[in-house]
């Protein structure tokens, strides 16, 4: 018969070494790197106004526009047609940044809040993700460290509804060229140094508004 004492003798057996806490680390991101690797992705003498080494048309370099009257400073609005992202400003204007949206049916307007921020995140894709494309995202089930060639770039916002994860997130990006079109699996891209520039100026529990792709501007 499978006694109480019978338990405990066999689960402290089963138990009662712990794994290596190596076996279950996560990815991981080198914060003495962080400053090195904002140097090796900002071009020399960078002006966010002119500095286009990525080739990018013109219309997606940063520019301080004037924002429509009553809305909430602080906040971000996602142009999915235009491919532009405004961060509003407390003096009537705001700052607004090329894009890339997600592929087709993978966008999802909506309004969200900005619950986390991270410098040079780590990422793992999601379940979906692997599911849908496993060549490409099978290996990095277990995640991807923090760095240049990750793919959340060098600073990241994370999209909440509620107190739920989307796992929609406003990113850098290590393909700035793809700024313009559409090319992610859900997020929002930018240019990494443009997104450096943004990432002081918000502020978690600011509202994220992403608007339908037959939508228009809002600033």
């Known amino acids: 018969m499978l006694t109480r004492r019978h338990f405990i003798i066999s689960t402290a057996a089963l138990f009662s070494a712990p794994l290596p806490t190596s ?3 996560g990815p991981t991101s080198n914060q003495s790197k962080w400053s090195a690797w904002d140097a090796q992705v900002t071009p020399a003498g960078y002006d ?8 990018l048309h013109r219309r997606f370099l940063p520019q301080r526009v004037e924002a429509n009257a009553g809305l909430t400073p602080g906040d971000i609005h996602v142009d999915a047609v235009a491919r532009y992202l405004y961060h509003v400003r407390g003096d009537g204007t705001a700052m607004r940044y090329g894009v890339a949206i ?4 993978l966008y999802e307007p ?17 379940a979906a993700m692997i599911e849908r494309d496993p060549g490409a995202y099978a290996k990095h089930a277990d995640g991807m460290n923090g760095g240049p060639t990750n793919p959340l770039g060098s600073r ?7 107190n739920r994860d989307t796992y929609l ?18 997020c929002v891209r930018m240019v990494m140094p443009h997104i450096n520039g ?3 100026y918000v ?7 992403l608007y339908a792709p037959e939508g228009s501007s809002t600033a």
């Open 23 to 25: 076996a279950w680390a």
């Open 48 to 55: 966010p106004a002119t500095s286009n080494p990525w080739g």
């Open 102 to 105: 997600a592929r087709g049916n």
């Open 110 to 126: 909506g309004t969200y809040t900005i619950r986390r921020k991270a410098k040079w995140p780590t990422w793992t894709p999601t």
């Open 156 to 162: 990241a916002l994370y999209l909440f509804d509620g």
């Open 169 to 186: 997130r406003i990113h850098g990006s290590p393909n700035p060229q793809s700024i313009g079109g559409r090319a992610s699996s859900g």
């Open 198 to 200: 943004l990432y002081d």
């Open 203 to 209: 502020s978690t529990g600011a509202t994220a508004y």
